[in-house]
């Protein structure tokens, strides 16, 4: 059988970009400096967790090996096992982005060469143009926030006049996104997918990345929380992806979390949706159950980025790194003959970096598989190898950009 199983976790960068400074990241590094941080007990929340990191299964497949290649990091080899089982590298990123859609692009063979269009991070942010269009077409008296925001903010800042007036509120970010927060009983779900399936058409001239849904439910900022219902309105990728050469191949690609969103639901076959990581994770057994010859499974593990890079919590991001490591031996024992695991990240977004941005990282690359060889893929110039490297494990035409590492992992690939 040929099955391929690839996760990102969402941020999990690990440093040493060779163009950080370009984005004014020289020096982040998100791994890295949760593991510092952890080592000197400013990790430590009494009832998450305490002490020196512990991720056993993800350094049994190289994990600390590859941060020390990424950015040649001492502490590091301390935490590295003495026996890796799995094969281990780091990545640069090339496209001009260090964004969502640009990374998971990328690793699937398509680089983001252009550049994304972006709202100014002053008050109010949107063009008065485009939203005096939006209200017109979508019949609405106008809208709250239009400002760059936390999303958990903006919502314990504005959600109780959301609830009095009927306006939706409308915010962004450091990324390419136009958001809109509104109550998901009150102002209705379908009634906010509308609203984003309406702006997505307005934002598509100013290049924007993605319109992002986030309903949220409660009666006042005490109680205030966003549900599981997210939904990305992202563009269409600049050409065919690897899931595009996929599904036209006869495979299928099951599609775990927000993967399905972020390719604007092209080349998927399957979409499974589920709300936190432990769920994403039992979300992500089914789906390896459930894979025949030729599928992928692919997933996006977001906590680590929403809930806890974006929000400058260490502590969390770390929590969160030991719960994913503690299922991994689960998705681990459901690799049969044939089958490729990888484990990758999008970008970087390191909890104790300054504001609440990404970070331009490289990305870690970790797999296994039986038959696989264990060792060092070393850093490779773009994510895209990842994508041609699975390509090859399929039996996929080579794409256009990125060289498959597959011989490196040699005899039974």
Not at 229 to 256: F, H, K, M, Q, W
Request: charge should be negative; aromatic fraction near 8%; hydrophobic fraction near 40%.
């Amino acid at each position: 059988m040929k099955r391929t199983f690839l996760f990102v976790l969402d941020s999990v960068g690990i440093g040493g970009a060779n163009d950080a400074e370009a984005f004014g990241d020289a020096g982040s590094n998100t791994v890295g400096h949760i593991l510092e941080a952890a080592a000197r007990g400013e990790a430590d929340e009494p009832g998450l967790r305490q002490g020196p990191l512990k991720l056993p299964n993800l350094a049994g497949l190289g994990l600390f090996h590859a941060l020390d290649a990424a950015s040649d990091m001492p502490l590091a080899e301390s935490y590295e096992a003495k026996e890796v089982t799995g094969f281990w590298g780091a990545a640069d990123e090339v496209s001009n982005g260090k964004d969502t859609p640009s990374g998971h692009w990328e690793i699937a063979g398509v680089p983001v060469r252009f550049d994304w269009g972006y709202f100014p991070d002053e008050i109010p942010c949107f063009p008065q143009d485009l939203l005096d269009a939006i209200y017109k077409e979508a019949g609405l008296s106008g809208s709250l926030g239009n400002k760059h925001a936390s999303g958990t903010e903006i919502i314990a800042e504005l959600g109780e006049e959301h609830l009095k007036t009927g306006l939706p509120i409308f915010y962004t970010s450091a990324d390419s996104v136009f958001q809109i927060a509104c109550h998901e009983e009150t102002f209705g779900l379908q009634r906010l997918y509308d609203l984003c399936e309406l702006v997505r058409g307005h934002v598509d001239a100013l290049n924007i990345g993605r319109v992002i849904a986030r309903p949220f439910v409660g009666t006042t900022a005490d109680d205030f929380e966003r549900t599981g219902n997210r939904r990305d309105y992202s563009v269409l990728p600049p050409e065919p992806t690897l899931l595009d050469r996929l599904t036209s191949a006869g495979g299928r690609v099951i599609a775990v979390g927000k993967i399905a969103d972020i390719f604007a639901h092209q080349g998927i076959t399957i979409s499974r949706k589920a709300n936190g990581n432990m769920a994403l994770a039992d979300a992500t057994l089914e789906a390896m159950e459930e894979a025949r010859d030729g599928d992928l499974v692919f997933t996006n593990f977001v906590d680590f980025d929403m809930l806890y890079g974006h929000r400058r919590n260490v502590a969390g991001y770390a929590a969160a790194l030991e719960a994913f490591d503690r299922r991994l031996p689960d998705m681990m024992a459901k690799l049969k003959p044939g089958d490729l695991m990888m484990i990758t990240a999008d970008h970087g977004c390191d909890p104790t970096w300054r504001g609440t941005d990404h970070t331009r990282e490289r990305v870690p690359i970790l797999g296994t598989g039986p038959g696989l060889q264990s060792g060092s893929i070393g850093v490779r110039p773009t994510y895209a190898d990842m994508g041609e490297t699975i390509a090859e494990h399929m039996e996929l035409a080579p794409g256009k950009h990125g060289t498959s590492f597959l011989a490196n992992l040699a005899a039974n690939a």
